[in-house]
């Protein structure tokens, strides 16, 4: 388990701290989650329409599915970072088996496995600004078991 609260993100590229963002949602750690980014700062998922500070959107969003799927895991499938190391884009698989509602979704036991694709924005002292999260929601409701799209 990686434990943020021992290590500056000062001390890590870019790269590193998007990774330990996705090591630290397998580890369902949503407090260290949150002490990545800068206060303030931004989340939005564009296929829920939801966008606003990580303090009111994080514990939310995350709390519900980590809830909703107790066995919510990732498998970062590639990291790329721009020169300046402002922006890094992550391309993950995010699934789980579903327990209970989440999102207005019943739950019928089904498991889902999506890719998503993140893109992190980060400042000079390597604290998260922004993410912005893509995914095919169609597809995420479908393997819950939602037929009526």
Not at 99 to 114: R, T
Request: aromatic share 12%; charged share 20%; no cysteine.
């Amino acid at each position: 388990m990686n434990d943020i609260t021992k290590t500056e993100t000062t001390d890590h590229s870019s790269s590193e701290v998007a990774h330990l963002f996705f090591d630290l949602y397998n580890d369902q750690n949503v407090p260290a989650m949150i002490e990545l980014f800068e206060p303030g700062g931004v989340i939005e998922y564009v296929p829920f329409a939801l966008s606003g500070p990580v303090e009111e959107i994080g514990p939310g969003s995350w709390g519900v599915l980590i809830s909703s799927f107790p066995d919510l895991h990732n498998k970062v499938r590639s990291v790329r970072e721009d020169a300046g190391g402002r922006f890094v884009y992550v391309d993950v698989n995010i699934g789980g088996t579903q327990e209970k509602e989440a999102f207005g979704v019943p739950s019928l036991g089904h498991s889902y496995d999506v890719r998503h694709f993140f893109i992190f924005e980060l400042n000079a002292n390597r604290k998260i600004v922004s993410v912005t999260s893509f995914w095919d929601n169609a597809d995420w409701l479908r393997q819950l078991g939602r037929t009526d799209l």
